[in-house]
């Protein structure tokens, strides 16, 4: 199967294995800005596979988990009202707000519905034209185009009970942040190929060359992480800080020029609130003044809403890449997917959904870690791949 089979080939991976243990003479923390990603080195084993000296760290590259809880708040709000159909995508809806989250909303009579595209919502809207139908926009880059054309769709249409709560936000910014902390360990980045293929990978090189990081854009499967690894690892080894392109199937160094010209159309950019680190400048998107009419935060004046984070959850601290998921004192018994504290939990991109799903429910200090004499695990112990149960799945 063209770029399924070949990208989890064992041998393949054996082969990058060995050059990554060639190559490495003293470790290393890289971070992988991307839930995807996450999920495929936990599912696959890769940080076990690893020589000790490489330490892969979670960063903020889930969608669902970064959005701040006053915005979760804000869409059960209008969710709520009788006048509006509330559409989302699945993992959305067990996002824990303030006490409740969109399940119950629906449970109490809100009309609250998952939908596949936000056109599909678009199109309840002219079907239903007495009524209020918002759709719950989040996401980075990879997400933004299909909704700015949603709406700019509806603008040119003329459908005017159409409205999108926004809550976009952008990879770079928060590279620069997690930089800027004094906590911070990174040395260099894989960054997302899906983000890349759209914007393209001119923004990177500015901040490769200020925090004297590589920044290495990777794709899914366990062959592009890997790959990924190996040539972030090499230049670190050699003192080198530049932009890598690993992804060159996917990712143009333009990116789409139309989604981005939909982009700069209908969005401008802003401060956004992330969840669990607080507001980065320039880090997201918020619909243009001429799109304002579709801004369902403003239609439904639900921007004054704010939220304090609850303290028992410390997902903020996992999107920050200070915390694996284990380590947390909840993690596995007062938060569980079903029980969740926090998105990281639900989405299907968190990072504690992740370590949940695939067992690393105790594993002693960081992943990937083996006890006192044990022999490090080969390409082949793990499997190419490892499908689970549907019934095991924490995705809606």
């Given at each position: 199967?063209?770029?399924?089979?070949?990208?989890?080939?064992?041998?393949?991976?054996?082969?990058?294995?060995?050059?990554?243990?060639?190559?490495?003479?003293?470790?290393?923390?890289?971070?992988?800005?991307?839930?995807?990603?996450?999920?495929s080195?936990i599912?696959?084993?890769?940080?076990?596979?690893?020589p000790?000296?490489?330490?892969?760290?979670?960063?903020?590259?889930c969608?669902?988990?970064?959005?701040?809880?006053e915005v979760?708040?804000?869409?059960?709000?209008?969710?709520?009202?009788?006048?509006?159909?509330?559409?989302?995508?699945?993992?959305?809806?067990?996002?824990?707000?303030?006490g409740?989250?969109?399940f119950?909303?629906?449970?109490?009579?809100?009309?609250?519905r998952?939908?596949?595209?936000?056109?599909?919502?678009l199109?309840?809207?002219?079907?239903?034209?007495d009524?209020?139908?918002?759709?719950?926009?989040?996401?980075?880059?990879?997400?933004?185009?299909p909704n700015?054309?949603?709406?700019?769709?509806?603008?040119?249409?003329g459908i005017?009970?159409?409205?999108?709560?926004?809550?976009?936000?952008?990879?770079?910014p928060?590279?620069?942040?997690?930089?800027?902390?004094p906590?911070?360990?990174?040395?260099?980045?894989?960054?997302a190929?899906?983000?890349?293929?759209?914007?393209?990978?001119?923004?990177?090189?500015?901040?490769?060359?200020?925090f004297?990081?590589?920044?290495?854009?990777?794709?899914?499967?366990?062959?592009d992480?890997?790959?990924?690894?190996?040539?972030t690892v090499?230049q670190?080894?050699?003192?080198?800080?530049?932009?890598?392109?690993?992804?060159?199937r996917?990712?143009?160094?333009?990116?789409?020029?139309?989604?981005?010209?939909?982009l700069?159309d209908?969005?401008?950019?802003?401060?956004?609130?992330w969840?669990?680190?607080?507001?980065?400048?320039?880090?997201?998107?918020?619909?243009?003044?001429?799109?304002?009419?579709h801004?369902?935060?403003h239609?439904?004046?639900v921007?004054?809403?704010?939220t304090l984070?609850?303290?028992?959850?410390?997902?903020?601290?996992?999107?920050?890449?200070?915390?694996?998921?284990?380590?947390?004192?909840?993690?596995?018994?007062?938060?569980?997917?079903?029980?969740?504290?926090?998105?990281?939990?639900v989405?299907?991109?968190g990072?504690?959904?992740?370590?949940?799903?695939y067992?690393?429910l105790?594993?002693?200090?960081?992943?990937?870690?083996?006890?006192?004499?044990?022999?490090?695990?080969t390409a082949?112990d793990?499997?190419?791949?490892?499908?689970?149960?549907r019934?095991?799945s924490?995705?809606?």
């Amino acid at each position: 199967m063209k770029y399924i089979d070949e990208f989890q080939d064992p041998d393949l991976a054996a082969r990058l294995l060995d050059d990554i243990r060639a190559t490495v003479t003293r470790p290393w923390a890289l971070m992988e800005v991307c839930g995807g990603q996450t999920h495929s080195i936990i599912r696959h084993g890769i940080d076990q596979l690893l020589p000790d000296e490489v330490e892969l760290i979670h960063g903020p590259g889930c969608p669902v988990c970064v959005t701040p809880l006053e915005v979760i708040d804000k869409a059960l709000e209008i969710a709520s009202r009788p006048e509006v159909i509330f559409c989302s995508f699945g993992d959305m809806l067990r996002v824990p707000g303030t006490g409740r989250d969109l399940f119950q909303v629906r449970a109490e009579g809100g009309d609250v519905r998952v939908v596949y595209s936000p056109l599909d919502a678009l199109r309840l809207a002219e079907e239903n034209p007495d009524r209020e139908v918002v759709f719950f926009g989040i996401g980075f880059e990879t997400t933004a185009p299909p909704n700015a054309m949603t709406v700019h769709q509806a603008r040119r249409r003329g459908i005017r009970n159409f409205s999108l709560l926004v809550s976009h936000v952008r990879v770079p910014p928060a590279i620069e942040a997690i930089m800027q902390s004094p906590d911070c360990r990174v040395q260099g980045f894989l960054a997302a190929g899906h983000v890349c293929s759209v914007m393209g990978t001119a923004e990177y090189p500015a901040l490769a060359e200020r925090f004297r990081v590589p920044i290495v854009v990777t794709g899914f499967e366990p062959l592009d992480v890997l790959e990924g690894v190996r040539r972030t690892v090499r230049q670190l080894e050699r003192g080198e800080h530049t932009v890598e392109n690993a992804y060159p199937r996917a990712v143009p160094p333009e990116g789409n020029p139309a989604a981005r010209a939909m982009l700069d159309d209908v969005f401008e950019v802003a401060d956004r609130a992330w969840r669990g680190i607080g507001v980065i400048p320039d880090s997201g998107w918020r619909l243009s003044p001429r799109y304002r009419d579709h801004d369902a935060e403003h239609r439904f004046q639900v921007g004054d809403i704010t939220t304090l984070e609850p303290a028992e959850c410390r997902s903020g601290e996992v999107l920050q890449g200070l915390l694996k998921p284990h380590e947390c004192e909840a993690f596995g018994t007062t938060c569980t997917p079903r029980t969740p504290l926090g998105a990281t939990m639900v989405s299907s991109e968190g990072a504690c959904a992740a370590y949940y799903l695939y067992r690393r429910l105790d594993l002693p200090g960081r992943p990937g870690s083996r006890p006192p004499g044990a022999t490090a695990p080969t390409a082949t112990d793990a499997p190419a791949v490892t499908v689970p149960s549907r019934e095991d799945s924490s995705v809606v």
